[in-house]
């Protein structure tokens, strides 16, 4: 790559796994050309300063517990106090992802929260919706074996999908079909399903007796609860518990190439499990012993992953959108952008349903690009364009460009931007309400 094809790699590698990033940064990380760049977005070692001065909210579950069990006035007051610390919790994480120093991290993490889909609708609690990020951000570089099951007896995974109320006596299919279908198999490909209907009834018995410990906040097994006898999983016959479930589950082999391409399609353009580049990605996962790491590292510097095609291929989701500015011009986030968020339809810890949130064509509509340039318009107010400014009008249009790592903008943008080229906040709000931009 020539520096100006290595720059216009990095800055699509940091939109993707970063949210983005100020061209200062871009110029960074170019120096050294696209794989230098990638080793250095994947560097986990220093720490991350930046996202941890982000305040951690207050939590008093006990008191919103208790409040729940009382008159009408004290169950009201336990309403409004849950929603300050749902509303408190969701400021914090989309602070943290628009001040990270080693934003990857929070983007994979975000990542899994989509993957293993959880909302606080149900939940309730945004201490148990805290619990359940900080397990899957401690986890989303390490095996899928051990994220998966980590999340099995996770408190907001037991009330989201009813795991709390499964016993001997009367399994609950809830969680073992989606544990099977979205989490770690998929529906297959060429009409071959990985599992069956005995598969889900058997793991649903493995998954029996758990209860969350309202004290600890945690998940336990209770012996008593638990269905202890001889189970059928995906041909291997044993008395299965959890583990076993989330071990014969991770080891099948429609299991890589499921999450493999659940998180290409995500980070990089859609592919289902047959495209060359899963399976490509795929063997590595299974070589590494399903290594998030490896597998994350390896979908950077695949090929395909910086094609022309692929740079254009997603739409940007609604936080990638309005952290994605935020990094790119360095301007704070407010709890106003969490309402912005509610309009255009994502917000952290409230996915819509357990498939998590749709993607690209779903975020677009004329209600969406009028909230967006809204947003848009918010945030190029509110930055320093001293830089833009202090060039002639003519020269604006490129210099914008530059600033968002696009390549080019077609006539009708450009002619959009010429127009306004007098108008810095006017023209910057417009070019990140562009195509370009949102498709990038």
């Given at each position: 790559m020539d520096a100006m094809e290595t720059r216009s790699?990095?800055?699509?590698?940091?939109?993707?796994?970063?949210?983005?990033?100020?061209?200062?940064?871009?110029?960074?990380?170019?120096?050294?050309?696209?794989?230098?760049?990638?080793?250095?977005?994947?560097?986990?070692?220093?720490?991350?300063?930046?996202?941890?001065?982000?305040?951690?909210?207050?939590?008093?579950?006990?008191?919103?517990?208790?409040?729940?069990?009382?008159?009408?006035?004290?169950?009201?007051?336990?309403?409004?106090?849950?929603?300050?610390?749902?509303?408190?919790?969701?400021?914090?994480?989309?602070?943290r992802m628009a001040t990270s120093e080693r934003p990857l991290r929070e983007r994979l993490t975000f990542h899994w929260h989509d993957h293993f889909a959880t909302s606080v609708d149900k939940v309730k609690l945004a201490e148990v919706m805290f619990n359940q990020r900080t397990t899957v951000y401690e986890r989303a570089f390490g095996t899928f074996e051990l994220l998966a099951g980590a999340l099995v007896g996770d408190p907001a995974m037991l009330v989201w999908l009813d795991g709390n109320e499964s016993t001997r006596q009367k399994p609950n299919e809830n969680f073992a079909r989606e544990f099977l279908e979205l989490f770690t198999l998929g529906l297959g490909h060429h009409g071959e399903q990985p599992f069956t209907e005995p598969d889900v009834l058997e793991a649903a018995r493995a998954f029996t007796g758990w209860r969350i410990d309202r004290a600890a906040l945690a998940g336990r097994v209770l012996p008593r609860r638990h269905d202890d006898g001889t189970?059928?999983?995906?041909?291997?016959?044993?008395?299965?518990?959890?583990?076993?479930?989330?071990?014969?589950?991770?080891?099948?082999?429609?299991?890589?190439?499921?999450?493999?391409?659940?998180?290409?399609?995500?980070?990089?353009?859609?592919?289902?499990?047959?495209?060359p580049v899963v399976v490509d990605l795929a063997a590595t996962f299974v070589a590494s012993g399903l290594d998030i790491d490896t597998l994350v590292r390896s979908m950077l510097l695949h090929p395909d992953f910086v094609a022309p095609a692929t740079r254009t291929a997603l739409v940007k989701s609604p936080v990638d959108y309005v952290v994605g500015i935020a990094r790119t011009l360095r301007v704070p986030l407010e709890d106003a952008?969490?309402?912005?968020?509610?309009?255009?339809?994502?917000?952290?810890?409230?996915?819509?349903?357990?498939?998590?949130?749709?993607?690209?064509?779903?975020?677009?509509?004329?209600?969406?690009?009028?909230?967006?340039?809204?947003?848009?318009?918010?945030?190029?107010?509110?930055?320093?364009?001293?830089?833009?400014?202090?060039?002639?009008?003519?020269?604006?249009?490129?210099?914008?460009?530059?600033?968002?790592?696009i390549d080019a903008w077609s006539a009708t943008t450009a002619a959009a931007l010429a127009a306004a080229a007098g108008e810095p906040v006017t023209a910057m709000a417009i070019a990140l309400s562009s195509p370009e931009f949102i498709l990038a």
């Open positions: 790699a990095v800055t699509h590698l940091l939109r993707r796994t970063s949210f983005g990033a100020h061209p200062d940064t871009v110029d960074l990380l170019s120096v050294d050309g696209y794989e230098a760049a990638v080793a250095a977005v994947c560097d986990r070692t220093p720490p991350d300063d930046a996202a941890d001065a982000v305040a951690v909210p207050t939590f008093d579950t006990a008191a919103i517990l208790e409040g729940r069990r009382g008159d009408p006035e004290a169950r009201r007051q336990a309403g409004r106090q849950a929603a300050a610390e749902v509303l408190a919790l969701t400021s914090w994480w989309l602070r189970k059928t999983v995906l041909g291997q016959t044993g008395p299965w518990a959890s583990a076993d479930v989330v071990r014969l589950a991770t080891g099948h082999p429609a299991c890589a190439p499921h999450v493999v391409s659940r998180l290409y399609s995500r980070f990089a353009r859609p592919a289902g499990p047959t495209d952008h969490v309402a912005a968020l509610v309009r255009l339809g994502q917000v952290p810890f409230a996915p819509p349903d357990v498939a998590g949130w749709p993607s690209n064509e779903a975020w677009l509509s004329t209600a969406s690009a009028l909230e967006r340039l809204d947003v848009a318009t918010g945030f190029a107010a509110r930055a320093d364009l001293a830089s833009i400014e202090a060039l002639d009008a003519g020269e604006r249009p490129a210099a914008l460009a530059r600033w968002l790592g």
